[in-house]
């Protein structure tokens, strides 16, 4: 606000500086002075515009990240990794304990995140490309995890 008010200040007071030097100029030469005054005024005017231009456009383009923004992102990153890794480690227990491939099993997790120093299993849905016996995976997880498990068995899909 306060560069605001000074660039205003000191386009008024050269305008005003531009006139008068126009007023007590010789007649023959008013001409060329009104042009230089002109020109003067214009640079004098500009110049405080395209750097406050640039400082617009600088102020436009960084992203202000506060401090909470960075532990906001933080902590998705911490639980996109928990729920990772209790994927990877819930298809790697349901292939060694069912004698399934690996690659045939697609966990999905659903985390309850209402309390973070104790994040949950709120629901998995677990998907297996082979033929398999859904009913006893999805009881033992259910036993396993104490939450509502959904497994679908997709052999259209089997490789």
Do not use: N, W
Not at 18 to 42: E, F, H, K, Q
Not at 43 to 59: N, R, V
Request: hydrophobic share 45%.
């Amino acid at each position: 606000m306060e560069a605001l008010k000074s660039y205003l200040l000191t386009a008024m007071l050269a305008s005003l500086a531009a006139s008068l030097l126009i007023r007590i100029s010789d007649p023959r030469y008013r001409t060329y002075v009104r042009y230089v005054a002109g020109l003067a005024l214009l640079l004098l005017l500009t110049i405080p515009l395209t750097s406050l231009a640039g400082d617009l456009a600088d102020e436009l383009s960084e992203t202000d990240v506060t401090e909470e923004e960075q532990e906001q992102s933080a902590r998705e990153e911490v639980i996109g990794e928990i729920g990772r890794t209790m994927s990877r480690q819930i298809g790697d227990i349901v292939a060694q304990r069912f004698a399934l491939s690996r690659e045939a099993i697609t966990v999905k997790l659903t985390l309850d995140l209402s309390d973070l120093s104790a994040i949950s299993i709120y629901r998995v849905d677990l998907t297996v490309r082979v033929m398999c016996d859904a009913q006893e995976i999805e009881h033992y997880l259910s036993e396993s995890l104490d939450c509502p498990v959904t497994v679908t068995v997709a052999e259209g899909d089997a490789q």
